[in-house]
């Protein structure tokens, strides 16, 4: 007797459950009952004969094999994503999606880059996500969209990654410092208190590869995720920090920061589009992949 297949339908609404945590949100979002919801479920696991949730307490989480299915089931919409707009294609139209993930730093000039590639592709849907490294990364793992872009990519998953932009990172100070409008060490710095980005994001891991490279330690006073927080704080005179450029916007000056001339600075770390080695690109990621590495080119 044929063992019985999964369907699309069954996988989208396993799919749906496990994005959602929830029986009852992805009855919600994917327009059926509950019970509707939980039958298809219930067929999956007949047909495969394991479970793909556990119950603690009001939660649910993916048993091993329900995280198989969801890579399984992220890969599958690679793979349709990627045939519908190469229908699309044939047909003269430039439809489909595309899904992009990238670090905080980067959303002072990549969401420009998507305006320009939405004009010029207007029936391309866009889902754009904005978080701190640890959870683009995690969403990178978990092959969640089609391009990343961060500085500092993972160094224990499989990827591609394609530097397309210089990264600079600056010390800042706030107007009116006693080293604004010189050139100094960065010894002449070091007993100042430094406000910098939380452990973990790319912008940390380049200023603790200068410390490393230097031997020199600073005054780490504060640690925020907040690049808008930090330019506040040292604007105020609370302390130094060293930024990417990016987030200092076009006229620091007028926000009462001065960019000091320190040597060996500016720092620099390429930004990287990045994704999985064995992803499918759909021909949308394909065209902005290709727009990211023309401006490096430029």
């Given at each position: 007797?044929?063992?019985?297949?999964?369907?699309?339908?069954?996988?989208?609404?396993?799919?749906?459950?496990?994005?959602?945590?929830?029986?009852?949100?992805?009855?919600?979002?994917?327009?059926?009952?509950?019970?509707?919801?939980?039958?298809?479920?219930?067929?999956?696991?007949?047909?495969?004969?394991?479970?793909?949730?556990?119950?603690?307490?009001?939660?649910?989480?993916?048993?091993?094999?329900?995280?198989?299915?969801?890579?399984?089931?992220?890969?599958?919409?690679?793979?349709?994503?990627?045939?519908?707009?190469?229908?699309?294609?044939?047909k003269g139209m430039k439809r489909g999606k595309l899904r992009v993930a990238l670090v905080t730093t980067a959303k002072y000039f990549l969401p420009r880059m998507l305006g320009a590639f939405c004009q010029r592709y207007p029936d391309i849907d866009i889902e754009l996500e904005i978080a701190n490294r640890e959870k683009i990364v995690d969403r990178l793992r978990n092959n969640q969209d089609d391009l990343y872009v961060m500085s500092y990519p993972p160094e224990d998953l499989d990827i591609v990654r394609l530097p397309f932009l210089d990264n600079e990172y600056v010390v800042i100070a706030p107007a009116g410092h006693w080293a604004a409008g010189k050139q100094v060490a960065m010894a002449a710095l070091a007993n100042e208190p430094f406000i910098l980005r939380e452990q973990g994001s790319g912008s940390r891991h380049v200023i603790e590869q200068y410390l490393r490279d230097s031997k020199l330690p600073l005054k780490v006073r504060l640690s925020l995720a907040s690049n808008e927080a930090i330019r506040d704080?040292?604007?105020?005179?609370?302390?130094?920090?060293?930024?990417?450029?990016?987030?200092?916007?076009?006229?620091?000056e007028r926000d009462g920061l001065a960019i000091l001339d320190v040597e060996g600075f500016p720092l620099k770390q390429?930004?990287?589009?990045?994704?999985?080695?064995?992803?499918?690109?759909?021909?949308?990621?394909?065209?902005?992949?290709?727009?990211?590495?023309?401006?490096?080119s430029r």
């Open positions: 007797m044929p063992r019985r297949r999964i369907t699309f339908r069954q996988l989208e609404t396993f799919a749906a459950v496990a994005r959602l945590n929830s029986f009852t949100k992805a009855a919600d979002f994917l327009h059926l009952t509950q019970p509707a919801v939980s039958i298809q479920i219930k067929q999956i696991v007949d047909t495969i004969g394991l479970p793909l949730f556990e119950q603690s307490g009001r939660d649910i989480a993916l048993t091993v094999a329900g995280e198989e299915l969801l890579k399984t089931a992220r890969s599958l919409d690679d793979v349709w994503n990627r045939f519908e707009s190469a229908i699309d294609e044939l704080l040292v604007a105020s005179g609370m302390g130094l920090s060293i930024l990417s450029r990016h987030a200092l916007g076009h006229d620091p390429a930004w990287n589009v990045v994704h999985l080695s064995g992803k499918i690109l759909s021909l949308p990621a394909q065209a902005f992949l290709d727009e990211l590495l023309g401006e490096a």
